[in-house]
């Protein structure tokens, strides 16, 4: 009996199961992190793991670039008189654009690396200015050995799903502000939907939302609220444009925007590295910033390639069609109230009639989670006001 039970043991039920059956449950794993260390498992694991075709990319953190080297420094391009005007309006958000350009560059001498920027998140590899650090990664005479998202990511031979996710978003925003993007892109930009708020309130507890019902009743709050109600008729107030509220959304529709295709412009070279890709996103632990390509947008790029600016490292964005929501008070069914609610729905002016026949209503229907999916469909209902911009 103590023979056959030590028999027993030795047998590595693993050997049973295929490798169909495996690559499934890798492919739900997905995180590349813990994809790696199964690689070291076995041989077995090692060989199956490239050819998962669903991968997550977890930076961890950025590390800005300001102790960077003479040789570095060099080598940036001269910016142009509108590229300092739009640093100076918009400074608060290139620090953290510049570092993600830096963390998906390609692999660089390590010569450079003790004064580089570093984002931490991968395996294999060293990286360039900007890179992919894991959290367990050990420290080094020369530093932190730096991994970039190409790098991590070219053992892998069969990806059709990939998923980055940055550790915050690029635009530095006021507590309690609400700013959020979504913008698909082909060989440039397809369309871009922006929603934000100057300031949220949260759903009341529900003994405070009876002490709130208390109040009102007593003091004609009910009838306060029914007044401004009929006085909404869906125009933008005046106090909108004399408030400095429309200057803060064209702030939050540019910076929006560069985000966007600074985020396009760096992904450039993993898609060129894997033509299996069908799905890719960009995106960022917050929820502020979502960049989606599927695989026609994907082909597109392969056959057309990217338009970039002169002033910076990031795609040309074309002239644009742009339509303006606004409510000065949105009240979510959930309880929650976004003050000075704003949607912006944003598409190339010169596009094809196939792409231009998505409506609004089935646009938006998908583009932000809840409760904010349903806040865009409200503000879609009401009065639309028309904008466009030049290409920058």
Known sequence: MSYLCSEEDEIDHFDRLPDSLLL???NQIGDVKALGRCCVVSRRFHGLVPQIDNVVVRVD???????????????DKTRSVFSNLIRFVFGGIFKPLQALGQFLGP???SSSSSSSSSISGGVGGNGGNGTLINDDEEMESGGVTHHSPTQVLKNFNEIRR?????????????????????????????????LGASSIIDPPKPASAFSLLQENLLHGGA??????????????PESFYTNGGLKLR??????????????????????????TLDSLILTDSDGQGVLCMNKEQLEELRVKPLSASTASKRTLVPALNMRLWYAPQLELPDGTVLKGATLVAIRPTEQTSAKKEVSDVSWVSNAFEEPYGTAA???VKRRTYCLEMNSF
């Open 107 to 109: 692999k660089k001498s």
């Open 162 to 194: 990939l998923r980055i996710e940055l550790p915050s978003g690029e635009l530095g925003i006021d507590d309690g502000v609400l700013l959020k993007w979504r913008a698909d892109f082909g060989s440039t930009l397809d369309n871009c939907l922006i």
């Open 61 to 75: 953190c950025v590390i800005s670039d300001d102790d960077a080297s003479a040789t570095a420094a060099s080598s």
């Open 223 to 236: 009838a306060a609220a029914a007044a401004a109600a009929a006085e909404d008729d869906g125009s933008i």
């Open 250 to 275: 064209v702030v939050w529709t540019i910076s929006s925007l560069i985000a966007a295709s600074a985020r396009h412009y760096l992904l450039q070279p993993i898609i060129d590295d894997h033509q």
């Open 377 to 379: 469909k409200l503000l």
């Open 24 to 26: 499934i449950v890798f």
